[in-house]
């Protein structure tokens, strides 16, 4: 027979384990069942298969631009990045960003106050950690690339706020 003690840090050490998890997860949509997003019941210009998305992009690319992660804070050289030149997409190579527009936020993610053009990029509604926000998407494949936030520099207040691993830079010439 289980005493009451027992039962009682039975139970707490379990509730321990279930924050613990939702703590780590990187999507609370993981923990309740995950539903198709706004973004990928889009239809987007550059289309593969998921077989060809898990063929061209590495496994960490593939769970961040396809199944709407995130890269560990710091976990990206781009951050650092200063040289002049263009980030693009990583899943289909378009021109998403200028070093031109990228700043230091502290948060440890590449971000920028502005893309290159306002047709680079498209946003949707993402509630995935239970409040909206608004995801960043490729306008050209659909690729998750991160989200914005309205807490940037002059002279838009944006802080697009990009995973690394969704980009490719390309440093201009004379860099």
Known sequence: MISRRSFIGFLGGFSALAVSKAAFAY???ELLGRKKSE????DFPFKLTDAEWRE??????YRIMRAEGTEPTCSSPLDKEKRAGLYHCAGCGQ??????????????????WQP?????IGTSTDYKIGV??????????????GHVFE????????????NGVALKFFPDQAS
């Open 27 to 29: 999507d609370i949509g």
């Open 39 to 42: 973004r990928e019941m889009k």
């Open 56 to 61: 061209r992009l590495t496994p960490e690319q």
């Open 95 to 112: 021109k998403l960003f200028s070093n031109n527009n990228k700043f230091e936020s502290g948060t440890g993610w590449p971000s920028f």
């Open 116 to 120: 290159l053009t306002p047709e680079a």
């Open 132 to 145: 909206a926000r608004t995801e960043v998407h490729c306008s050209n494949c659909g690729s998750h690339l």
């Open 151 to 162: 807490d940037g520099p002059p002279p838009t207040g944006l802080r697009y706020c990009i």
